[in-house]
Structures are given as structure tokens and as C-alpha cells.
């Protein structure tokens, strides 16, 4: 025997591995993805060659729960929508004519930049002067649904009447007279409103109060204005609110509430103003205004009404 005789043999078993085929699912991956792509790039340029009325109607559509396009609930507010074969189901003849009228009464760009330049003179106009320029505090600038409002506040400090009297100091005249001017040369007109605080006169509300004393407040800056280069034609309306709309956030006895409230109106909203409408139509004249014998819109008739009058009239005279 040899010498390895006596050694146990080495088997080495190899094992062979068969790759399965993955069936290509990251083709399926890449497809999907190439898919979502592609509809990403087409989103992007109908976006780009749309107007600006269809990518708001695609905003709203987007941002419409179903529950309420089907229901008719509330809405975000625009009045837009995919065109499409058929009406809104989301919008019924109210709400549509509601929306269009809060769209009619936002202030356009123009009027946007006619208002902000306004507040910019008169920002101006006041800094220029050393005695005007302690007034700044006292000045609120808004744009609103109206148009622009320019607030005039009262401080304890620095009043700008006298205390429950319609007298104007003479820095609010000085005030008031610097900024006609300015007002003058926009077309649109002004209203001017009068607010108190929840002070009341110790007759309350029997004698001259808060109503009149706002009024007064009121019509007192109209006649400043007007000194100072107003034209009266500009003025719609002068009214006053007592204490009855104070200031957000303040309480009722807040010297703030002490007020005077320019507003320079958009167009359509002194047009509604000067012409307000009715929901129902013309209004219907009173029924003692029309002759005994005629019939009330053709469906009523006064003949038992004149007969009850005359048998009420000889009774009384029979006695």
C-alpha cells in the first residue's frame, strides 16, 4: 500500500445555481414612471397656454369637495367652472347672483393702484408738515370691498373734538383740510361716517345723543373738507353710527371708538348706493294710495273694506 493509503478521500461537491428570470417587473417600474412624467409635462404646458378664466376654473374643480358639487354647498367662492354639457351642479341662481356681486365689488388693479397711490400723497403730505405728522398714529388706511377707508382716531391724549361736542380741534381742521385736496382729484365720491364711543349723555338716548352727536361729528368734517378744496358734488353720503360699530378687538368705552370714517366708494358701489334695487322687483305702491273702486294688483278687491267703512260710518252716526 502506498503511503496515502491510510488518508480519507476530499469530495468537494459543487453546487450549481440556476438564476431564475425575474420576469422584468422594472420594466413595469419605468413605465409607470415615464407615464407619470409625461403627464406632468402636459399639465404644465396646457397651464402655460391657458388663460387666466380656465386655470381658475381648474383651481376651483380642484378645490371642490365632491360632496358639496353634488350637494351644492358652500364653495370657495369663485364663480369658475370646467366648461362643460350642462349647468353648474354646484351653484344655484342665489348663490351664483351673490358671488358675482362680491366679484363686481373687488377693486380692480387700476382702482388698486389709484387707492394706494392716494394713501401714499397723503402719507406724504402729512410727514411734510411738523404739525400733522404727530397725527400719523392716528390714521388707519384699509382697502375694503367699498373701497378705501381712512380712519381718523380718537386719543385720550389727543382728541379730535371736543368732548361730547361736534367742535373740531384745530389740527383735525388743519387735517382734514390738507387731504381734500388729494380726495378732490380722484373721480370717485366719498362717504363720511361718524362714530362715538358707549359714553352716553345722562338723558341716554331721549334727548341729543350719540346718534346726533356722531351726525354731527360727521357733517362737521364734511364742511372742513369741503373749505379745504372738496368739491360737494364728490360727497354721496354723511351719516352717523353712534357707538354701534366699534373698533375689532376694543372695548366699548375705548377712546378709540371716537371716530371718523372717510370712505372713497367704488364706482358700483355708489351706483348701488344712489340706486338701491329690490329683491322682488319695483315696489308695489300702498293700497291707500289707490282710488276705492280699483282692485289691488288685480286679485284683491277693497269693496268689502269700503262697505265695512260706511257701515261702520252710520253706526257712528246713528249715535
Known sequence: ?????????????????????????????????????????????????????????????????????????????????????????????GERARIDTQERTRPSEEQRRFFMDLQRRIETVIEQDPDLRQLRDQMRFDLTPEGLRIQLLDTEQRPMF?????????????????????????????????????????????????WELSTDRANASRRELVEGGLESVKLLRVSGFAD?????????????????????????????????????????PSPMSRRQDAPLGGDVNLAPVRQFTESLSRSLGSE
Open 1 to 93: 500500500m502506498s503511503e496515502n493509503s491510510g488518508k480519507r478521500p476530499i469530495i468537494i461537491r459543487r453546487k450549481k445555481v440556476v438564476h431564475a428570470h425575474h420576469g422584468g417587473s422594472w420594466k413595469i417600474a419605468l413605465a409607470d414612471f415615464m407615464t407619470a412624467l409625461m403627464a406632468l409635462f402636459l399639465v404644465m404646458w396646457i397651464l402655460s397656454v391657458a388663460t387666466q378664466e380656465q386655470r381658475e376654473g381648474v383651481a376651483e374643480y380642484f378645490s371642490t369637495p365632491l360632496v358639496n358639487a353634488v350637494t351644492g354647498g358652500e364653495r370657495s367662492g369663485s364663480t369658475q367652472v370646467i366648461p362643460g354639457g350642462g349647468p353648474d351642479p354646484a351653484h344655484s341662481d
Open 162 to 210: 371736543d368732548l361730547g361736542s361736534a367742535r373740531v380741534e384745530p389740527y383735525m381742521r388743519d387735517l382734514l383740510r390738507a387731504m381734500a385736496p388729494l380726495i378732490n382729484e380722484l373721480p370717485n365720491q366719498l362717504s363720511i361716517s361718524g362714530h362715538t364711543d358707549s359714553l352716553a349723555y345722562l338723558s341716554g338716548y331721549r334727548g341729543y345723543s350719540n
Open 244 to 284: 354701534r360699530v366699534p373698533m375689532p378687538d376694543t372695548e366699548p368705552f375705548d377712546p378709540i371708538n371716537r371716530r371718523i370714517e372717510l370712505l372713497v366708494l367704488l364706482p358700483e358701489v355708489a351706483e348701488r348706493i344712489r340706486n338701491p334695487g329690490v329683491l322682488n322687483g319695483p315696489g308695489m
